[in-house]
Each structure stands twice: as C-alpha cells, then as structure tokens.
C-alpha cells in the first residue's frame, strides 16, 4: 500500500513559504503522513498538530515535534523507498525545485508529485527557461549582462535585476538609479543575477494543469495589484502585506487573457514540465511579457494557484488527488 507523505521545509530561504503550503496539503490530506525537511538537511517526522500550531509561517521557523527520520535529505529518501512512500511535495525553491531532490526520487524509483528532475532544473534557472520557453514561441524581455548595464539603464530609464535561481521574489531589485546599480553589482557577488529592462504593465500569472488522461489545460489568469503601487510582487508584497490584491480571473480583455492562457501553456510544454506549473508575466502595451515559470509555486491558502482552481471550479483536495494519481501512473511507468 502507497504512503502518502507531504515532504515540506528544505534547506534554502523559501523553507517558510514550504511550512505554510503545508498547513493547506495537511488541512486538504489529513492522513497523509508529515516529513519536515529542515535547514541542516535532516529530516523529521511532525504531527498535524504541531504543524497547524505554528502561527506565523511566513516569518518563524518551525520545529517538528517528532523522531528523525534520516540525518540528510538522502537518508531519508532512502527510507521513502523502503516505505513504499509517493510523496506530495510542498517545497519551494533550491534543491526542492532545481531538479535535485527530484533525481534523488527517481534514481531511487520514489514517486512524486509535479515535475522530474530535467524540466525542474531547466526551469529554476531563469535564463535557460526564457531560451526554451522561446523555443516554443514565448515572448520575454531581452537580457541585459552586468558589464552592460550602465549602458542599458542610460537606453532603457529603468531595469529591473533578480537572482537567476530563486523564487518568491527574493533579492528583487529595481534598477532606477546609480545607487541601485551598485546594489546590482553588490548582489551579483554572491549569486548570478538576471538583468531585463523593466517592461511596464500590469503583473499577471497563469497556472497549467495536467489532467489524468494527459491533458493539459490553462486556468484563469490572476490580475496582481502589489500593495505598494506598483513596484514589484516581492516577498513581501506576496505573503506579509495585506493591501496587495490578486484578482481572478483577471480583469484582462478576451483577447488577452486567452494569449496568457496559451502563452502559459507553451512555457509549460517547452520546459517539458508536468503536473503543474504557474508562469509569471507582465501584460505590456504589446502583450503578455513572460517572465519565467515556477515548477512548485505556493500552495499556501493565500497563494495564486488555489485561487485559480477555485476560479476554474476545481477543489484543492480534488486537485491533490489528481496529482497523485499522475505521480502513481508515472511511477508505473
């Protein structure tokens, strides 16, 4: 018999993110069991308790209240396996999206929501995402390089800069002075970044879902009006301000919302993803603008892909289900 576990926490800065899609996996999964995946990379089985006790997600680190279960991520995979475990994975970010936690579970036959391992690193990585979302007819902003940008920002006004591999809008900055380009060069020490001229619009997201016969289709686009007037959906405009609004379906013309729907689609398809996915895009005065896809977005109960299942018509329980059946048939596979 197949043990349901939600694997959630990781060892990376959207670990808090990951507790609080967790909350909403347990509330939607009660009997499944709980693994949290902590940032020293051990693993520990928690209760249901413990984990909906946990009051402030977004800003508190959680602890588990129960044995560990393995002393690295790679141990307890190898305890999932023994198991006969098919984990729901409520992570976000880092190992957990970049591909490796995925071919950990497929080296080991360990089935597993949302997509393998090859789609997840392409996706992670920004630059590579945009080349093959091209590839597949997608339209996203040209990059400008860090030995460029003083030029870029003298053609262009405004620039916007992020980490290359990360997610939650973390490190997002806005590039509207020389000041900001120093905090650029200073950022880009520790990690690589993407630089894009800042593209003007509305913020748009769209999730992708794939349906038991393999299907695949778009759900509503999300409108999103950050708290601050329009300077970005950052970590905190995403999870900790409450005057941010997310509209779905978005107030979009027919015309527009169907080019997000099928944009959506073909960055899913190019990226080889599977399951789920939510593309992020700007809507411009020519179009929708892609900025990049997420292969694990948030399923927190304040997150864009259960508003927009709830907006399709689909429950979020009815939704995990789905998925589960999917990593089961691809496990038999």
């Not at 392409?122 to 590839?135: G, M, N, Y």
């Not at 939510?278 to 005065?285: G, P």
């Amino acid at each position: 018999m197949t043990r349901i576990t939600i694997l959630f926490g990781g060892t990376n800065k959207e670990r808090l993110v990951s507790v609080a899609s967790a909350q909403a996996l347990h509330e939607a999964l009660p009997e499944a069991d709980l693994w949290f995946w902590d940032a020293d990379d051990s693993v520990h089985e928690t209760s249901g308790k413990a984990l909906l006790a946990h009051a402030r997600p977004f800003e508190d680190p959680f602890k588990p209240d129960r044995s560990r279960i393995g002393r690295s991520i790679d141990e307890a995979m190898d305890q999932a396996k023994v198991d006969g475990r098919l984990l729901v994975l409520g992570l976000h970010g880092g190992r957990a999206e970049n591909g490796e936690l995925q071919a950990m579970c497929e080296t080991r036959g360990v089935p597993f929501t949302g997509s393998g391992s090859a789609a997840s690193h392409l996706a992670f990585d920004k630059v590579a995402a945009k080349r093959f979302a091209a590839i597949a007819g997608v339209h996203s902003p040209i990059g400008v390089t860090l030995a460029d940008i003083e030029s870029a920002f003298a053609t262009h006004g405004k620039l916007i800069a992020k980490p290359q591999r990360d997610g939650s809008s973390y490190g997002l900055i806005f590039v509207n002075s020389a000041q900001d380009i120093i905090a650029v060069r200073n950022a880009a020490r520790h990690e690589d970044y993407v630089i894009e001229p800042f593209v003007s619009g509305t913020e748009a997201t769209c999730g992708v879902l794939e349906q038991a016969d393999g299907a695949e289709i778009a759900l509503p686009p999300i409108e999103i009006i950050p708290a601050d007037g329009g300077f970005g959906f950052d970590y905190r405009a995403k999870y900790l301000a409450k005057a941010t609004q997310e509209i779905c379906p978005g107030r979009f013309s027919a015309d527009i919302s169907a080019a997000i729907m099928e944009q959506s689609l073909r960055a899913h398809r190019g990226l080889s993803c599977r399951g789920y996915s939510r593309s992020d895009f700007i809507v411009s005065a020519n179009g929708p603008v892609y900025l990049e896809t997420n292969t694990l977005p948030g399923l927190t109960r304040a997150s864009l892909l259960p508003k927009a299942l709830k907006a399709q018509g689909i429950e979020f329980v009815d939704f995990l289900h789905q998925q589960i059946a999917l990593a089961k048939a691809r496990a038999s596979r």
